[in-house]
Protein backbone atom coordinates (compact mmCIF):
# COMPACT_ATOMS: atom_id res chain seq x y z
CA UNK A 1 0.00 0.00 0.00
CA UNK A 2 2.98 2.37 0.96
CA UNK A 3 4.64 1.17 -1.93
CA UNK A 4 1.89 1.89 -4.16
CA UNK A 5 1.08 5.59 -3.01
CA UNK A 6 4.60 6.29 -3.40
CA UNK A 7 4.70 5.08 -6.90
CA UNK A 8 1.45 7.20 -7.41
CA UNK A 9 2.99 10.44 -5.76
CA UNK A 10 6.29 9.95 -8.14
CA UNK A 11 4.35 9.57 -11.50
CA UNK A 12 2.21 12.52 -10.96
CA UNK A 13 5.79 14.12 -10.00
CA UNK A 14 7.17 13.07 -13.15
CA UNK A 15 3.89 14.49 -15.01
CA UNK A 16 4.66 17.87 -13.06
CA UNK A 17 8.62 18.21 -13.21
CA UNK A 18 8.05 17.24 -17.23
CA UNK A 19 5.39 20.05 -18.35
CA UNK A 20 7.19 22.41 -15.50
CA UNK A 21 10.25 21.99 -17.60
CA UNK A 22 8.37 21.93 -20.94
CA UNK A 23 6.90 25.91 -19.55
CA UNK A 24 9.85 27.14 -18.89
CA UNK A 25 11.81 26.34 -22.27
CA UNK A 26 8.61 27.91 -23.64
CA UNK A 27 8.38 30.59 -21.55
CA UNK A 28 12.46 31.69 -22.31
CA UNK A 29 11.88 31.15 -25.93
CA UNK A 30 9.02 33.76 -25.88
CA UNK A 31 9.38 35.89 -23.34
CA UNK A 32 11.64 38.73 -25.46
CA UNK A 33 9.08 38.98 -28.20
CA UNK A 34 6.11 38.85 -25.83
CA UNK A 35 8.09 41.89 -24.36
CA UNK A 36 8.47 43.54 -27.90
CA UNK A 37 4.84 42.89 -28.66
CA UNK A 38 3.55 44.53 -25.22
CA UNK A 39 5.54 47.64 -26.40
CA UNK A 40 4.38 47.90 -29.87
CA UNK A 41 0.50 47.77 -28.08
CA UNK A 42 1.30 50.70 -26.09
CA UNK A 43 2.58 52.90 -29.05
CA UNK A 44 0.10 52.03 -30.74
CA UNK A 45 -2.89 52.93 -28.06
CA UNK A 46 -0.46 56.15 -27.54
CA UNK A 47 -0.52 57.54 -30.95
CA UNK A 48 -3.94 57.75 -30.90
CA UNK A 49 -3.95 60.21 -28.10
CA UNK A 50 -0.81 62.24 -29.21
CA UNK A 51 -0.40 62.56 -32.70
CA UNK A 52 2.85 62.03 -33.99
CA UNK A 53 3.51 65.38 -35.58
CA UNK A 54 4.24 66.27 -31.85
CA UNK A 55 7.16 64.51 -30.95
CA UNK A 56 10.52 63.18 -31.99
CA UNK A 57 10.88 60.54 -29.27
CA UNK A 58 9.63 57.55 -28.14
CA UNK A 59 6.86 58.61 -25.53
CA UNK A 60 6.41 54.85 -24.32
CA UNK A 61 10.40 55.14 -22.97
CA UNK A 62 10.38 58.79 -21.81
CA UNK A 63 8.05 58.19 -19.30
CA UNK A 64 7.63 59.65 -15.33
CA UNK A 65 5.49 57.97 -12.35
CA UNK A 66 3.47 60.25 -10.24
CA UNK A 67 0.50 59.72 -7.91
CA UNK A 68 -2.84 60.68 -9.14
CA UNK A 69 -6.20 62.58 -7.15
CA UNK A 70 -6.67 59.26 -5.68
CA UNK A 71 -2.80 58.77 -4.25
CA UNK A 72 -2.68 55.73 -7.04
CA UNK A 73 0.38 55.43 -9.07
CA UNK A 74 -0.11 56.13 -13.10
CA UNK A 75 2.66 56.50 -15.58
CA UNK A 76 3.03 59.36 -17.21
CA UNK A 77 4.03 59.44 -20.93
CA UNK A 78 5.74 62.16 -22.62
CA UNK A 79 6.11 63.81 -26.00
CA UNK A 80 9.14 65.69 -27.23
CA UNK A 81 10.14 67.79 -30.04
CA UNK A 82 13.78 69.21 -30.03
CA UNK A 83 13.78 68.32 -26.49
CA UNK A 84 10.97 69.95 -25.37
CA UNK A 85 8.29 68.07 -24.12
CA UNK A 86 5.03 69.43 -26.24
CA UNK A 87 2.19 66.82 -24.56
CA UNK A 88 1.79 64.80 -22.03
CA UNK A 89 -0.37 61.33 -21.79
CA UNK A 90 -1.79 59.42 -19.27
CA UNK A 91 -4.34 57.07 -17.29
CA UNK A 92 -7.69 58.41 -15.50
CA UNK A 93 -10.38 56.48 -14.50
CA UNK A 94 -14.42 57.60 -14.26
CA UNK A 95 -16.95 55.67 -12.57
CA UNK A 96 -18.97 54.20 -14.50
CA UNK A 97 -22.80 52.56 -14.46
CA UNK A 98 -20.76 48.90 -13.75
CA UNK A 99 -17.77 49.57 -12.63
CA UNK A 100 -14.45 51.72 -13.08
CA UNK A 101 -14.05 52.87 -16.82
CA UNK A 102 -10.60 53.60 -17.81
CA UNK A 103 -9.14 56.02 -20.42
CA UNK A 104 -6.03 57.33 -21.59
CA UNK A 105 -6.26 60.46 -22.32
CA UNK A 106 -3.30 63.25 -24.14
CA UNK A 107 -2.73 66.98 -23.07
CA UNK A 108 -1.07 69.58 -25.01
CA UNK A 109 1.48 71.66 -23.15
CA UNK A 110 -1.31 74.87 -23.24
CA UNK A 111 -3.23 72.62 -21.84
CA UNK A 112 -5.63 71.26 -24.20
CA UNK A 113 -7.06 68.18 -25.13
CA UNK A 114 -5.37 66.09 -27.81
CA UNK A 115 -7.32 62.90 -27.37
CA UNK A 116 -9.05 60.81 -24.97
CA UNK A 117 -9.90 57.15 -25.97
CA UNK A 118 -11.27 54.14 -23.26
CA UNK A 119 -9.02 51.44 -22.44
CA UNK A 120 -11.17 49.29 -20.81
CA UNK A 121 -14.81 49.26 -19.04
CA UNK A 122 -17.88 47.23 -17.93
CA UNK A 123 -20.25 48.97 -19.15
CA UNK A 124 -24.03 47.87 -20.60
CA UNK A 125 -23.16 46.66 -24.61
CA UNK A 126 -25.56 48.71 -26.80
CA UNK A 127 -26.26 51.07 -23.97
CA UNK A 128 -22.95 52.79 -22.15
CA UNK A 129 -20.45 50.88 -24.91
CA UNK A 130 -20.77 53.92 -26.95
CA UNK A 131 -17.90 55.16 -25.52
CA UNK A 132 -15.83 53.50 -27.35
CA UNK A 133 -14.60 54.79 -30.41
CA UNK A 134 -15.22 52.02 -32.42
CA UNK A 135 -18.90 52.05 -31.06
CA UNK A 136 -19.66 56.01 -32.10
CA UNK A 137 -17.76 58.97 -32.63
CA UNK A 138 -18.77 60.67 -28.97
CA UNK A 139 -15.19 60.36 -27.52
CA UNK A 140 -13.84 62.38 -30.25
CA UNK A 141 -15.94 65.49 -29.26
CA UNK A 142 -13.24 65.92 -26.73
CA UNK A 143 -9.87 67.04 -29.17
CA UNK A 144 -9.31 70.57 -28.52
CA UNK A 145 -11.21 71.10 -25.46
CA UNK A 146 -9.32 72.72 -22.04
CA UNK A 147 -10.93 74.21 -18.76
CA UNK A 148 -11.21 77.21 -20.64
CA UNK A 149 -13.12 75.76 -23.17
CA UNK A 150 -16.03 75.16 -22.26
CA UNK A 151 -16.40 76.67 -19.25
CA UNK A 152 -16.22 74.76 -15.77
CA UNK A 153 -19.23 74.92 -14.79
CA UNK A 154 -20.25 73.40 -18.49
CA UNK A 155 -18.12 70.30 -18.14
CA UNK A 156 -21.32 68.24 -17.27
CA UNK A 157 -23.59 66.38 -19.45
CA UNK A 158 -27.17 68.12 -20.96
CA UNK A 159 -29.26 66.80 -18.41
CA UNK A 160 -26.69 68.40 -15.51
CA UNK A 161 -26.53 71.77 -17.65
CA UNK A 162 -23.37 70.75 -19.42
CA UNK A 163 -23.01 70.52 -22.67
CA UNK A 164 -22.39 67.19 -23.47
CA UNK A 165 -24.69 65.03 -24.82
CA UNK A 166 -25.50 61.87 -22.65
CA UNK A 167 -26.95 58.46 -24.72
CA UNK A 168 -30.94 57.53 -24.60
CA UNK A 169 -30.16 54.95 -22.19
CA UNK A 170 -27.46 55.82 -20.51
CA UNK A 171 -26.54 58.74 -18.40
CA UNK A 172 -24.30 57.85 -15.80
CA UNK A 173 -21.80 56.25 -18.36
CA UNK A 174 -21.43 59.75 -20.21
CA UNK A 175 -21.50 61.31 -16.72
CA UNK A 176 -18.37 59.57 -15.75
CA UNK A 177 -16.83 59.57 -18.76
CA UNK A 178 -16.71 63.50 -18.33
CA UNK A 179 -16.08 64.06 -14.80
CA UNK A 180 -12.68 62.29 -15.45
CA UNK A 181 -11.74 64.18 -18.34
CA UNK A 182 -12.25 67.37 -16.77
CA UNK A 183 -10.27 65.56 -13.38
CA UNK A 184 -7.68 64.68 -16.01
CA UNK A 185 -7.39 68.27 -17.03
CA UNK A 186 -7.13 69.61 -13.51
CA UNK A 187 -4.43 67.15 -13.30
CA UNK A 188 -2.55 68.56 -15.70
CA UNK A 189 -2.67 72.53 -14.71
CA UNK A 190 -1.95 71.24 -11.15
CA UNK A 191 0.98 69.74 -11.76
CA UNK A 192 2.27 71.24 -15.33
CA UNK A 193 5.96 71.67 -14.03
CA UNK A 194 6.69 68.45 -12.85
CA UNK A 195 5.02 66.88 -15.74
CA UNK A 196 6.42 69.04 -18.58
CA UNK A 197 10.48 69.40 -16.28
CA UNK A 198 12.78 68.45 -18.72
CA UNK A 199 15.62 66.20 -17.03
CA UNK B 1 -10.93 0.79 -38.93
CA UNK B 2 -12.33 3.66 -41.37
CA UNK B 3 -15.50 3.26 -39.99
CA UNK B 4 -13.89 3.73 -36.36
CA UNK B 5 -13.07 7.05 -37.83
CA UNK B 6 -16.44 7.83 -38.92
CA UNK B 7 -18.43 7.24 -36.38
CA UNK B 8 -15.57 9.32 -33.94
CA UNK B 9 -16.09 11.95 -36.75
CA UNK B 10 -20.09 11.81 -36.63
CA UNK B 11 -20.01 12.17 -32.72
CA UNK B 12 -17.98 14.74 -32.65
CA UNK B 13 -20.00 16.81 -35.28
CA UNK B 14 -23.23 15.71 -34.78
CA UNK B 15 -24.65 12.89 -32.93
CA UNK B 16 -22.58 13.20 -29.12
CA UNK B 17 -22.36 17.47 -29.89
CA UNK B 18 -20.55 18.53 -26.58
CA UNK B 19 -22.41 21.63 -26.13
CA UNK B 20 -25.91 20.53 -28.00
CA UNK B 21 -26.08 16.86 -26.84
CA UNK B 22 -23.73 16.46 -23.91
CA UNK B 23 -24.61 19.99 -22.67
CA UNK B 24 -21.06 20.13 -21.52
CA UNK B 25 -18.99 23.28 -21.93
CA UNK B 26 -21.75 25.91 -20.81
CA UNK B 27 -19.78 28.16 -19.11
CA UNK B 28 -17.32 29.81 -22.75
CA UNK B 29 -20.63 28.66 -24.64
CA UNK B 30 -22.67 31.45 -22.63
CA UNK B 31 -19.93 33.81 -22.01
CA UNK B 32 -18.81 33.73 -25.83
CA UNK B 33 -20.93 33.55 -28.20
CA UNK B 34 -22.33 37.51 -28.11
CA UNK B 35 -20.90 37.21 -31.75
CA UNK B 36 -20.36 34.42 -34.54
CA UNK B 37 -16.60 35.78 -34.95
CA UNK B 38 -16.61 35.56 -30.71
CA UNK B 39 -17.88 32.17 -30.64
CA UNK B 40 -15.74 30.89 -33.86
CA UNK B 41 -12.69 32.42 -31.96
CA UNK B 42 -12.98 30.92 -28.58
CA UNK B 43 -14.12 27.25 -30.68
CA UNK B 44 -11.03 27.00 -32.96
CA UNK B 45 -8.80 28.04 -29.41
CA UNK B 46 -10.82 25.01 -27.82
CA UNK B 47 -10.02 22.57 -30.71
CA UNK B 48 -6.64 23.20 -30.70
CA UNK B 49 -5.99 22.32 -27.48
CA UNK B 50 -8.35 19.80 -26.94
CA UNK B 51 -6.79 17.90 -30.12
CA UNK B 52 -3.21 18.57 -28.47
CA UNK B 53 -4.15 16.91 -24.49
CA UNK B 54 -5.84 14.28 -25.99
CA UNK B 55 -2.92 13.22 -28.16
CA UNK B 56 -0.62 13.74 -25.19
CA UNK B 57 -3.17 11.87 -22.64
CA UNK B 58 -3.48 8.95 -24.99
CA UNK B 59 0.88 8.64 -25.46
CA UNK B 60 1.18 8.81 -21.80
CA UNK B 61 -2.34 6.36 -21.25
CA UNK B 62 -0.65 3.06 -19.69
CA UNK B 63 1.46 5.20 -17.32
CA UNK B 64 -1.09 7.14 -15.73
CA UNK B 65 -2.35 4.88 -12.94
CA UNK B 66 -5.97 5.39 -12.15
CA UNK B 67 -5.40 7.32 -8.89
CA UNK B 68 -3.66 9.88 -10.19
CA UNK B 69 -5.45 10.46 -13.67
CA UNK B 70 -7.77 13.34 -12.78
CA UNK B 71 -5.18 15.57 -11.75
CA UNK B 72 -2.69 14.67 -14.55
CA UNK B 73 -5.48 15.53 -17.05
CA UNK B 74 -5.74 18.84 -15.57
CA UNK B 75 -1.80 19.19 -15.43
CA UNK B 76 -1.99 18.57 -19.09
CA UNK B 77 -5.03 20.63 -20.65
CA UNK B 78 -3.66 23.56 -18.04
CA UNK B 79 0.05 23.35 -19.58
CA UNK B 80 -1.03 23.11 -23.41
CA UNK B 81 -3.49 25.98 -22.66
CA UNK B 82 -0.66 28.08 -21.66
CA UNK B 83 2.03 26.87 -24.09
CA UNK B 84 -0.82 28.15 -26.58
CA UNK B 85 -1.11 31.37 -24.78
CA UNK B 86 2.46 32.29 -24.90
CA UNK B 87 2.83 30.84 -28.46
CA UNK B 88 0.39 32.88 -30.09
CA UNK B 89 1.30 36.16 -27.83
CA UNK B 90 4.85 35.97 -28.59
CA UNK B 91 4.19 34.76 -32.80
CA UNK B 92 0.45 35.33 -34.19
CA UNK B 93 0.10 38.66 -31.80
CA UNK B 94 -2.66 40.15 -34.05
CA UNK B 95 -4.59 36.90 -33.37
CA UNK B 96 -3.47 36.87 -29.76
CA UNK B 97 -5.36 40.92 -29.79
CA UNK B 98 -8.66 38.69 -30.66
CA UNK B 99 -8.47 35.28 -28.98
CA UNK B 100 -6.12 35.81 -26.15
CA UNK B 101 -8.91 36.77 -24.08
CA UNK B 102 -10.74 33.18 -24.71
CA UNK B 103 -7.83 31.73 -23.67
CA UNK B 104 -7.24 30.93 -20.54
CA UNK B 105 -10.95 30.54 -20.25
CA UNK B 106 -10.44 26.98 -21.88
CA UNK B 107 -9.17 25.70 -18.71
CA UNK B 108 -12.60 26.11 -17.08
CA UNK B 109 -14.07 23.98 -20.17
CA UNK B 110 -15.22 20.42 -18.75
CA UNK B 111 -15.63 19.00 -22.20
CA UNK B 112 -11.45 18.26 -22.75
CA UNK B 113 -11.45 17.05 -19.42
CA UNK B 114 -14.68 14.89 -19.97
CA UNK B 115 -13.41 14.12 -23.48
CA UNK B 116 -9.61 12.58 -21.88
CA UNK B 117 -11.47 10.43 -19.27
CA UNK B 118 -14.13 8.56 -21.94
CA UNK B 119 -12.03 8.37 -24.88
CA UNK B 120 -8.36 9.33 -25.06
CA UNK B 121 -7.62 7.91 -21.77
CA UNK B 122 -8.46 4.20 -23.37
CA UNK B 123 -8.05 4.18 -26.82
CA UNK B 124 -4.78 4.43 -29.00
CA UNK B 125 -3.00 7.29 -30.35
CA UNK B 126 -4.70 8.42 -33.13
CA UNK B 127 -8.16 7.93 -32.65
CA UNK B 128 -8.05 9.75 -29.72
CA UNK B 129 -6.09 12.65 -31.09
CA UNK B 130 -9.28 12.77 -33.89
CA UNK B 131 -11.62 12.50 -31.06
CA UNK B 132 -10.23 15.99 -29.27
CA UNK B 133 -10.19 17.51 -33.01
CA UNK B 134 -13.85 16.44 -33.93
CA UNK B 135 -15.24 17.24 -30.76
CA UNK B 136 -13.14 20.43 -30.92
CA UNK B 137 -14.87 20.87 -34.32
CA UNK B 138 -17.94 20.39 -33.24
CA UNK B 139 -17.91 22.86 -30.23
CA UNK B 140 -16.74 25.60 -32.96
CA UNK B 141 -19.71 24.53 -35.05
CA UNK B 142 -22.16 25.06 -31.71
CA UNK B 143 -20.60 28.04 -30.57
CA UNK B 144 -20.31 29.55 -33.94
CA UNK B 145 -24.15 28.99 -34.45
CA UNK B 146 -25.05 30.22 -31.31
CA UNK B 147 -23.39 33.25 -31.86
CA UNK B 148 -24.68 34.11 -35.17
CA UNK B 149 -28.36 33.51 -33.51
CA UNK B 150 -27.33 36.01 -30.82
CA UNK B 151 -26.04 38.59 -32.92
CA UNK B 152 -28.48 38.55 -35.63
CA UNK B 153 -31.21 39.22 -33.34
CA UNK B 154 -29.37 41.16 -30.75
CA UNK B 155 -26.87 43.69 -32.88
CA UNK B 156 -28.39 43.21 -36.02
CA UNK B 157 -25.27 42.12 -37.85
CA UNK B 158 -23.23 38.71 -38.50
CA UNK B 159 -19.95 38.05 -38.28
CA UNK B 160 -18.65 41.18 -36.93
CA UNK B 161 -14.98 41.93 -36.92
CA UNK B 162 -14.31 38.68 -38.83
CA UNK B 163 -11.41 39.88 -40.69
CA UNK B 164 -9.68 40.88 -37.21
CA UNK B 165 -9.48 37.34 -36.52
CA UNK B 166 -9.38 35.31 -39.71
CA UNK B 167 -7.36 38.02 -41.47
CA UNK B 168 -8.40 40.76 -44.44
CA UNK B 169 -9.61 38.40 -47.13
CA UNK B 170 -12.87 37.34 -44.96
CA UNK B 171 -13.89 41.30 -45.05
CA UNK B 172 -16.76 39.69 -47.11
CA UNK B 173 -18.24 37.91 -43.97
CA UNK B 174 -18.94 40.55 -42.67
CA UNK B 175 -22.53 41.63 -42.60
CA UNK B 176 -25.41 43.68 -41.34
CA UNK B 177 -28.41 42.04 -41.66
CA UNK B 178 -30.48 44.71 -39.95
CA UNK B 179 -30.10 48.54 -38.26
CA UNK B 180 -28.39 48.23 -35.19
CA UNK B 181 -31.12 49.87 -33.52
CA UNK B 182 -33.97 47.23 -34.20
CA UNK B 183 -31.55 44.97 -32.11
CA UNK B 184 -33.07 43.29 -29.09
CA UNK B 185 -30.63 43.92 -26.41
CA UNK B 186 -31.71 41.09 -24.09
CA UNK B 187 -30.06 38.66 -26.90
CA UNK B 188 -26.19 39.78 -26.07
CA UNK B 189 -26.87 39.65 -22.87
CA UNK B 190 -26.63 36.20 -20.58
CA UNK B 191 -30.32 35.43 -20.63
CA UNK B 192 -30.10 35.55 -24.47
CA UNK B 193 -27.22 33.08 -23.97
CA UNK B 194 -29.57 30.26 -22.31
CA UNK B 195 -32.59 31.17 -24.36
CA UNK B 196 -30.58 30.51 -28.21
CA UNK B 197 -28.67 27.21 -26.51
CA UNK B 198 -32.06 26.10 -25.49
CA UNK B 199 -34.04 26.59 -28.65
CA UNK B 200 -31.26 25.07 -30.60
CA UNK B 201 -31.03 21.65 -28.42
CA UNK B 202 -34.57 21.80 -29.32
CA UNK B 203 -33.82 22.13 -33.10
CA UNK B 204 -31.36 19.29 -33.28
CA UNK B 205 -33.25 17.22 -30.99
CA UNK B 206 -36.35 17.46 -34.00
CA UNK B 207 -33.60 16.86 -36.77
CA UNK B 208 -32.77 13.86 -35.18
CA UNK B 209 -36.30 12.58 -34.44
CA UNK B 210 -37.32 13.04 -37.42
CA UNK B 211 -34.45 11.18 -38.78
CA UNK B 212 -35.48 8.54 -36.75
CA UNK B 213 -32.41 8.62 -34.48
CA UNK B 214 -32.64 7.92 -30.69
CA UNK B 215 -32.09 10.75 -29.13
CA UNK B 216 -28.78 10.63 -26.64
CA UNK B 217 -29.27 12.63 -23.79
CA UNK B 218 -26.89 13.82 -21.02
CA UNK B 219 -24.15 10.95 -20.98
CA UNK B 220 -20.41 11.71 -22.50
CA UNK B 221 -20.27 8.09 -23.09
CA UNK B 222 -17.19 7.36 -25.94
CA UNK B 223 -17.64 6.04 -29.51
CA UNK B 224 -16.11 3.24 -28.64
Known amino acids: MKLDSMKHGMILGAFCLGFGLLLAVTDRLTA ?6 A ?28 KDVRGKEITVYRARKDGKVTGVAYEIFGSGYAGEIKLMMGVDAEG ?42 KWKVKKDG ?8 ATITPRG ?18 MTEVN | MATQYR ?43 MAASSLLVATF ?17 AAMVTLVDLCMNAWMHELYKVLGLFIPLIVSNCLPLARLEAFAAKEPVLPSFLDGLFMGIGFTL ?58 LVVVKRMLDLRAGKAIQMGGAHSAA
Open chain 1, 32 to 37: ADIAAR
Open chain 1, 39 to 66: LEDRMNSLSQVIPNSIHDNNPVTDAINM
Open chain 1, 112 to 153: KLLGVRVLAHHETPGLGDKIEEKKGDWILRFTGLSLANPLPE
Open chain 1, 162 to 169: GQFDQFAG
Open chain 1, 177 to 194: VVAAVRGGLEFYAAHQAQ
Open chain 2, 7 to 49: TIMRDGLWDNNGVFSMLLGMCPTMAMTTSATNGLGMGIATAVV
Open chain 2, 61 to 77: RNQITQEVRIPVYILIV
Open chain 2, 142 to 199: ALTAIGAVREIFGSGTLFADASLLLGPAFKAMEMRVMPADMGVLMMILPPGGFLVTGL
